[in-house]
T-cell receptor
Framework: SQQGEEDPQALSIQEGENATMNCSYKTSINNLQWYRQNSGRGLVHLILIRSNEREKHSGRLRVTLDTSKKSSSLLITASRAADTASYFCATGGGAQKLVFGQGTRLTINP | SAVISQKPSRDICQRGTSLTIQCQVDSQVTMMFWYRQQPGQSLTLIATANQGSEATYESGFVIDKFPISRPNLTFSTLTVSNMSPEDSSIYLC????????????FGPGTRLLVL
């Protein structure tokens, strides 16, 4: 069964706007990761945030984690057409299997 | 970062046949993983393949349907046996470069359509 639930399922914005995607999970975690998938291809790892971290940045990406609410968000600032992809959160990894959320399909309109 | 290749990149197969998907990694890794992504869905782990031991299958997946080989530390194959249209999916392999590493690196996927 899927650990994470993501919303929205689909998001369409104009180039230059910010995109926010949310992920909720059910059990306690050691970390949460975000991956990107372009057009049904392989996944690319974006960022990992540990359970003792509240916020993490990588370039135009900002990830927050609220363990009390069992939720995380991924913010992409100043979006570009190349950001069009599906974004998945995932929990686990290491000794635990990686469990993915349902994903958000992001479309950036020129 | 990892260089992971998969063959074939896509295929169209007839029901009842089998397809073997190859995954090649550019360096030695302990653990390799196989995932299925059904149309419009998320990824589901099929099995974990360690070199020198039997693959470990997740609930709902069985060796007779998805036999896996792991002959060395850089290569693995997944066979989808006796295919039906419900097997139409993207199949992805992934690796972690350090044992028990949290982050996995994915191959480009194999897009399978079963008629």
């Amino acid at each position: 069964s899927q650990q994470g639930e993501e919303d929205p399922q689909a998001l369409s914005i104009q180039e230059g706007e910010n995109a926010t995607m949310n992920c909720s999970y059910k059990t306690s975690i050691n970390n949460l990761q975000w991956y990107r998938q372009n057009s049904g291809r392989g996944l690319v790892h974006l960022i990992l945030i540990r359970s003792n971290e509240r916020e993490k940045h990588s370039g135009r990406l900002r990830v927050t984690l609220d363990t009390s609410k069992k939720s995380s968000s991924l913010l992409i600032t100043a979006s570009r057409a190349a950001d069009t992809a599906s974004y998945f959160c995932a929990t686990g990894g290491g000794a635990q299997k990686l469990v993915f959320g349902q994903g958000t399909r992001l479309t950036i309109n020129p | 970062s990892a260089v992971i290749s998969q063959k074939p990149s896509r295929d169209i197969c007839q029901r009842g046949t089998s397809l073997t998907i190859q995954c090649q990694v550019d360096s030695q890794v302990t653990m390799m993983f196989w995932y299925r992504q059904q149309p419009g869905q998320s990824l589901t782990l099929i099995a974990t393949a360690n070199q020198g031991s039997e693959a470990t299958y997740e609930s709902g997946f069985v060796i007779d349907k998805f036999p896996i080989s792991r002959p060395n530390l850089t290569f693995s194959t997944l066979t989808v046996s006796n295919m039906s249209p419900e097997d139409s999916s993207i199949y992805l392999c992934s690796v972690d470069y350090r044992e028990w590493a949290e982050t996995q690196y994915f191959g480009p996927g194999t897009r399978l359509l079963v008629l």
